[in-house]
């Protein structure tokens, strides 16, 4: 089922692993709510580098602004959670 859900995000078999473990290893709601954060912002992180780089190549950011934008981004998202 979650692997359904997921499918467009699921890129390697690495990915696909992690799901798995978290689909089984976690018998508690709050286990599996734990796990499902650890992938999201795996998935978070992954689309943001991507962005990045596609605007980076706009904007010729540097590597540095690009982390600097991320470390950034996680603080802000550590906030609202």
């Known amino acids: 089922m979650l692997e359904t859900i997921l ?5 390697s078999g690495e990915d696909l692993a992690l799901l798995q473990e978290i689909s089984t290893r976690f018998d508690t709601l709050e286990g599996f709510k734990k796990g499902m954060e ?7 992180e992954r689309e943001f580098y991507s962005w990045a780089a ?9 590597q540095e602004d690009n982390v600097s934008s991320m470390e950034n981004l996680n603080r ?6």
């Open 38 to 44: 650890e992938l999201r912002l795996i998935f978070a």
């Open 7 to 11: 499918n467009k995000k699921i890129e």
């Open 76 to 81: 802000g998202d550590r906030k609202w959670n």
């Open 54 to 62: 596609k605007d980076s190549n706009k904007k010729n950011l540097s």
